[in-house]
């Protein structure tokens, strides 16, 4: 049973009186970046961000900017062009192939 409160904003949201849902798009790199096998704190002290910001970008809230893109590359071998282009639809079911590594961790 719901409580009445819950009607209210459902009926609410059939009428268009309450906004859409933001929704975020997650992009190749973010994929590449969630198939690390690193956490977002260890990601986030070798970049020096806020490990917020890496959550971030992993979801598709934001994208890291054009240094910060480098840094990746560099670090992780993500291709700069990749938090630009919108993950396909299942894209992160796997590990990536093509990424050098080395006892079970991608290279940095």
């Known amino acids: 049973m719901r409580a009445h409160g819950d009607e209210c904003a459902l009926d609410a ?6 906004p859409a849902p933001v929704m975020f798009q997650r992009t190749r790199g973010a994929v590449l970046l969630s198939q690390l096998d690193l956490n977002q704190a260890e990601i986030a002290r070798r ?6 910001a890496v959550g971030h970008w992993m979801t598709g809230r934001s994208r890291p900017g054009g240094d910060m893109r480098s840094t990746l590359a560099r670090f992780y071998g993500i291709p700069f062009e990749a938090w630009i282009e919108p993950a396909a639809a299942g894209e992160g079911d796997g590990r990536r192939a093509g990424l050098p590594r080395a006892g079970g961790r991608f290279l940095a």
């Not at 949201?13 to 309450?18: F, N, T, V, W």
């Open 47 to 52: 970049c020096g961000v806020a490990r917020s």
């Open 13 to 18: 949201a059939a009428r268009g009186m309450l």
